[in-house]
Every structure is written in structure tokens, then in C-alpha cells.
């Protein structure tokens, strides 16, 4: 039994629980996915986020297109 929580396994809250598993990991940097973490198609909101024009047009087989 945890000294700090007083449950066996701790509580997922106490300092002394185990790290939780990723359910994934993020096909650009790598970070891990947790349950109610947002995504498109394994790519976390974080990079979604830094992504350029380009990189989002790609993301939908398309591509910028020169005059």
C-alpha cells in the first residue's frame, strides 16, 4: 500500500504512480498520445499546429501549384 495515497495500485493522481502509457505516439515528433488527446491521422495538435500551407495541402494529397 502507498504511504501517500493509502491504495494499492497508487491512484493515478499520487506522486507515486506509475507514468500512464501512451496510446500512440505522434507520427511527426514523436511525443506520446494520451486518452482524450486530439490527433489527425497520428499527427498531434501541437505539429498540426506548426504546420505551413504546403504541409497541410500534403497532408490531403494536394500541392501548391505555380502560375
Not at 8 to 19: D, G, K, L, Y
Request: with cysteine; glycine share 8%.
Amino acid at each position: 500500500m502507498c504511504d501517500i495515497c493509502r491504495q494499492a495500485p497508487c491512484h493515478p493522481s499520487c506522486p507515486n504512480a506509475p507514468e500512464p502509457e501512451p496510446v500512440m505516439r505522434c507520427s511527426k515528433c514523436g511525443e506520446g498520445l494520451y486518452a482524450g488527446d486530439r490527433h489527425y491521422e497520428g499527427i498531434c495538435e501541437s505539429c498540426l499546429g506548426d504546420m505551413d500551407t504546403s504541409e497541410w495541402l500534403e497532408l490531403f494529397g494536394e500541392k501548391m501549384k505555380e502560375i
